[in-house]
């Protein structure tokens, strides 16, 4: 059954149900998920003042405006999530990208420009939605990505983006844990860049974790009680599979710097770089097998 609907009265409905729920920007949200679910444009919202809409779609436009008011997080309703100026593909198996993690992208892309020695081999460890993978490949233009994660239904998403942005002959992937699946594939030391967004999230952190992250995957977000339970095995295992020179960037939690930096202190590593997020947080760190 086709409904005929009045744009402007939907869009204020469904402001008003979301600024109950006491989401922020609710008009802003009526208005995304509204187009989202007639796909048009957020533009055309406003041009037009009726549209018709299958009964079933009406029933959808109602279901998303109750899940958002349960707080289930936005991208998980449009199924995407921009990264790197590039549409995700992303599902509840998935973290959803974050904007400080583009900091760990840029930093692959400046030192990769001062190198030359390409293709770069690079590994993704964790890859999730394949975000900084794919994104890598796209602005890299050369270069190879091994892409692991523990998580199959994770490397699912991975692979939908990894074809949607038409990178797939660039990747290879891997279910497993870290570097595990690549024992025996020969690939010791033959890495120019190793990243990672490992889980950082400490048993406090997770415990205040707000409404909505609760809806991603516990197991992209905790690092156990400290939040550093991953990086001691991601550190000393870069420093096998890195070419001499080769870099190991990782993303980290807001209070794990020195702690880090005293497990890079270790050796094999020359000094490390911290990057800084947009909120001031030391958030990425940039380290180089020594030649
Ligand atoms: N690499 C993905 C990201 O940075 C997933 C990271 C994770 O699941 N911890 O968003």
Same mark, same amino acid.
Request: negative net charge; glycine residues 8%.
């Given at each position: 059954?086709?409904?005929?609907?009045?744009?402007?009265?939907?869009?204020?409905?469904?402001?008003?149900?979301?600024?109950?729920?006491?989401?922020?920007?609710?008009?802003?949200?009526?208005?995304?998920?509204?187009?989202?679910?007639?796909?048009?444009?957020?533009?055309?919202?406003?041009?037009?003042?009726?549209?018709?809409?299958?009964?079933?779609?009406?029933?959808?436009?109602?279901?998303?405006?109750?899940?958002?008011?349960?707080?289930?997080?936005?991208?998980?309703?449009? =199924? !995407?999530?921009?990264?790197?100026? #590039? @549409? &995700?593909? /992303?599902?509840?198996?998935?973290?959803?990208? +974050?904007? $400080?993690?583009?900091?760990?992208?840029?930093?692959?892309?400046?030192?990769?420009?001062?190198?030359?020695?390409?293709?770069?081999?690079?590994?993704?460890?964790?890859?999730?939605?394949?975000?900084?993978?794919?994104?890598?490949?796209?602005?890299?233009?050369?270069?190879?990505?091994?892409?692991?994660?523990?998580?199959?239904?994770?490397?699912?998403?991975?692979?939908?983006?990894?074809?949607?942005?038409?990178?797939?002959?660039?990747?290879?992937?891997?279910?497993?844990?870290?570097?595990?699946?690549?024992? =025996? !594939?020969?690939?010791?030391?033959? #890495? @120019? &860049?190793? /990243?990672?967004?490992?889980?950082?999230?400490? +048993?406090? $952190?997770?415990?205040?974790?707000?409404?909505?992250?609760?809806?991603?995957?516990?197991?992209?977000?905790?690092?156990?009680?400290?939040?550093?339970?991953?990086?001691?095995?991601?550190?000393?295992?870069?420093?096998?599979?890195?070419?001499?020179?080769?870099?190991?960037?990782?993303?980290?939690?807001?209070?794990?710097?020195?702690?880090?930096?005293?497990?890079?202190?270790?050796?094999?590593?020359?000094?490390?770089?911290?990057?800084?997020?947009?909120?001031?947080?030391?958030?990425?760190?940039?380290?180089?097998?020594?030649?």
């Amino acid at each position: 059954m086709i409904l005929k609907i009045i744009l402007k009265e939907e869009l204020k409905k469904g402001a008003e149900y979301l600024l109950h729920a006491g989401i922020k920007h609710y008009q802003l949200e009526s208005e995304i998920l509204l187009s989202h679910i007639l796909e048009v444009s957020r533009e055309k919202l406003h041009i037009r003042d009726e549209a018709d809409i299958l009964d079933e779609k009406y029933a959808k436009w109602m279901s998303v405006l109750a899940e958002r008011k349960k707080l289930r997080p936005i991208a998980y309703l449009l =199924g !995407k999530k921009e990264f790197m100026s #590039m @549409d &995700f593909f /992303v599902d509840e198996n998935v973290l959803i990208p +974050r904007p $400080e993690t583009e900091f760990l992208v840029e930093k692959v892309q400046e030192l990769a420009r001062d190198k030359r020695n390409f293709p770069w081999w690079i590994i993704d460890l964790g890859a999730g939605s394949g975000n900084i993978a794919v994104s890598l490949l796209k602005h890299l233009n050369e270069g190879l990505v091994f892409a692991t994660d523990i998580s199959g239904d994770a490397l699912k998403v991975a692979k939908k983006n990894a074809e949607k942005h038409n990178v797939e002959n660039r990747i290879v992937f891997f279910e497993g844990c870290w570097f595990l699946p690549f024992e =025996g !594939k020969n690939l010791e030391g033959k #890495m @120019d &860049f190793i /990243v990672s967004n490992p889980p950082y999230l400490t +048993r406090v $952190e997770m415990d205040s974790i707000t409404p909505d992250v609760g809806y991603e995957p516990k197991k992209a977000l905790y690092g156990g009680e400290d939040g550093l339970r991953f990086y001691p095995g991601i550190i000393n295992g870069a420093l096998k599979f890195l070419k001499p020179g080769g870099y190991l960037i990782l993303e980290i939690g807001v209070e794990h710097k020195e702690k880090i930096l005293n497990l890079i202190d270790n050796g094999g590593y020359d000094k490390p770089e911290v990057i800084k997020d947009y909120s001031g947080f030391d958030r990425v760190i940039a380290v180089r097998k020594t030649v």
